[in-house]
Each structure stands twice: as C-alpha cells, then as structure tokens.
C-alpha cells in the first residue's frame, strides 16, 4: 500500500510560490486525466449496494471489500454513524438509483471514541455559534453499529431495509468482523 506519509504536516497552507497539498492533488489529477477513458458507466452501482464507513483515512474500502470502480456508492463520515444525512443520501441510492443492500463500517481505533458530544460544547465556546450537528461520539463500536443498523431499518424513507448488515474493520489486521443486530 502506498502512503502519502512524505507530506508534511500542518495547515496544508503554503508561502508564496511554495506547492500546497491541494495544489499536489490537483497535478495528480492533470496526470489521472491524460490518461482517462470514459468506463461507459451510469451512477447505478452494479452490484447494487451502498457501502456507509468512518471517513478514517486509513480504510481503504475499495481494496478490503474487493470492489471496483462502479460497483457500489460510498457513503462516509466522521464515525460512519447513520446521521441525517447519511439517510438522505441512502435515500437517494436506493430510490433513484437502484441499491437494494446496505452494507455499515465502522473500525477500531476511532477517533469519535475519545472525544464526547463536549467537543460541541468547546467549538461553540470558540466560535460563538452552536452546531446544528450532533457529535455522534460513541464508547461502544459494536453498540454504536447496532444503532446505526436500526436507524436504517427503521428509516421511513428506505424502501430496502431487508438487507443491512453491520461490521467493525480491525485496522491492525484488516479483518471485518460482523455484529449481531440484537
């Protein structure tokens, strides 16, 4: 696996005429581009299956399910915790675009298990202005994917609840282990 481990550091801002890391991945894609045919997909996923995981950089979902470009649609955020707008988007794969499985990740190691809903509290301190979002932060990840799973199961908007299974990624071994839903 290769790693970007080389960049350094810190804001990501640069002095002038100094390459930035948004200024990298822009290059990266002049490269990606020159190279790119169009696949001849449409947004339908083949596999038809919606895939919601931690936004941890260290999960590469695509390399640890065995998934190819257009396979599935992605869905990740802070904890991979089924959120509002986590629905929202599952709402549209499903009804619009044709998923019928949900498949939910979340790791060890997460960060949203050492912070609490305090973290709010302390950026509203700094900003002077609460957030509309909950921090969703969690001690239990088996607990905190069980409740993710009946949150869609029980989600008004979804047409396909039937098949939503739950897991936790070992970011030391690489290995899913799957929770029992009760």
């Known amino acids: 696996m290769t790693t970007s481990a080389s960049v350094p550091a810190g804001s990501g801002g640069a002095a002038l005429g100094e390459e930035t890391v948004t200024d990298r991945l822009v290059d990266a894609n002049h490269q990606y581009a020159a190279a790119f045919t169009d696949p001849g997909m449409d947004a339908r996923p083949v596999l038809r299956v919606a895939v919601v995981a931690c936004m941890d950089a260290r999960l590469d979902l695509h390399a640890a399910l065995?998934?190819?470009?257009?396979?599935?649609?992605?869905?990740?955020?802070?904890?991979?915790?089924?959120?509002?707008?986590?629905?929202r988007s599952l709402t549209i794969s499903q009804r619009a675009l044709g998923t019928r499985s949900v498949v939910l990740?979340?790791?060890t190691n997460c960060g949203l298990?050492?912070?609490?809903?305090?973290?709010?509290?302390?950026?509203?301190?700094?900003?002077g202005q609460r957030p509309a979002w909950a921090v969703e932060a969690f001690r239990d990840v088996d607990q905190d994917v069980r409740q993710s799973m009946q949150r869609v199961r029980t989600s008004p908007f979804l047409l396909h609840t039937e098949d939503v299974?739950?897991?936790v990624f070992d970011v030391k071994s690489g290995l899913l282990r799957e929770i029992d839903p009760a």
């Not at 257009?70 to 089924?82: E, K, L, S, W």
């Not at 298990?113 to 700094?126: G, K």
């Open 113 to 127: 298990e050492s912070i609490t809903e305090e973290f709010r509290h302390d950026l509203e301190m700094e900003v």
């Open 66 to 87: 065995g998934l190819e470009l257009g396979d599935c649609h992605t869905i990740r955020n802070a904890g991979g915790v089924v959120t509002d707008d986590v629905i």
């Open 105 to 107: 990740i979340h790791h």
């Open 165 to 167: 299974r739950g897991f």
